[in-house]
T-cell receptor, first 112, second 113 residues
Framework: AQSVSQHNHHVILSEAASLELGCNYS??????LFWYVQYPGQHLQLLLKYFSGDPLVKGIKGFEAEFIKSKFSFNLRKPSVQWSDTAEYFC??????????FGAGTTVTVRA | EPEVTQTPSHQVTQMGQEVILRCVPI?????FYWYRQILGQKVEFLVS????????KSEIFDDQFSVERPDGSNFTLKIRSTKLEDSAMYFCASSDGPAGELFFGEGSRLTVL
């Protein structure tokens, strides 16, 4: 079955630390991949997306993600986090239809 | 920046009552969606809507649920007879095409007592 899984439920780190959040999907066909962020009390916002082309995707707020087809992965990275990056992060995939399938989400807490 | 707006932000209701959650999608978008997130669980797809009809729905979207676009701007989700397990955050989203970016509203938190 098509699915998206996120490895980390809660990540706690200090400002300036590097962040990497894992995301894997299960599907053998063409897939569109997304990372969304939800800041406390706000709506889901798109950080970045991958449809095709360069597997290293750069998004907003200094985030990037790498699509590795052989590993069915789309991990999110940021070299140096700030306190304002405290949020919930969702990996999502669009498989062969319109809808997005979401991972369970990762709560990121950045300590000042 | 255009945005998707949802009302109410929080609704508390008694089990068995009808609830209508309202959404105003981005004005030039044609595809509309409802998702929900039960506390501590994944964001789950409920239904997609295009050209005044449901284009896809999940197993969750049973006969108790319905969607409607009553006018040119609103997109509503109705739950006919709420159950305790309907307590969740409900997100509306819209996009300008089937493969387009989804823009989400801030969510409506439904609490069923």
């Amino acid at each position: 079955a098509q699915s998206v899984s996120q490895h980390n439920h809660h990540v706690i780190l200090s400002e300036a630390a590097s962040l990497e959040l894992g995301c894997n999907y299960s599907y053998g066909g063409t897939v569109n991949l997304f990372w969304y962020v939800q800041y406390p009390g706000q709506h889901l916002q798109l950080l970045l997306k991958y449809f095709s082309g360069d597997p290293l995707v750069k998004g907003i707020k200094g985030f990037e993600a790498e699509f590795i087809k052989s590993k069915f992965s789309f991990n999110l990275r940021k070299p140096s986090v700030q306190w304002s990056d405290t949020a919930e992060y969702f990996c999502a995939a669009r498989f062969n239809d319109y809808k997005l399938s979401f991972g369970a989400g990762t709560t990121v807490t950045v300590r000042a | 920046e255009p945005e998707v707006t949802q009302t109410p932000s929080h609704q508390v209701t008694q089990m068995g009552q009808e609830v209508i959650l309202r959404c105003v999608p981005i004005s030039n978008h044609l595809y509309f969606y409802w998702y929900r997130q039960i506390l501590g669980q994944k964001v789950e797809f409920l239904v997609s809507f295009y050209n005044n009809e449901i284009s896809e729905k999940s197993e969750i979207f049973d006969d108790q649920f319905s969607v409607e676009r009553p006018d040119g701007s609103n997109f509503t989700l109705k739950i006919r007879s709420t159950k305790l397990e309907d307590s969740a955050m409900y997100f509306c989203a819209s996009s300008d095409g089937p493969a387009g970016e989804l823009f989400f509203g801030e969510g409506s938190r439904l609490t069923v007592l």
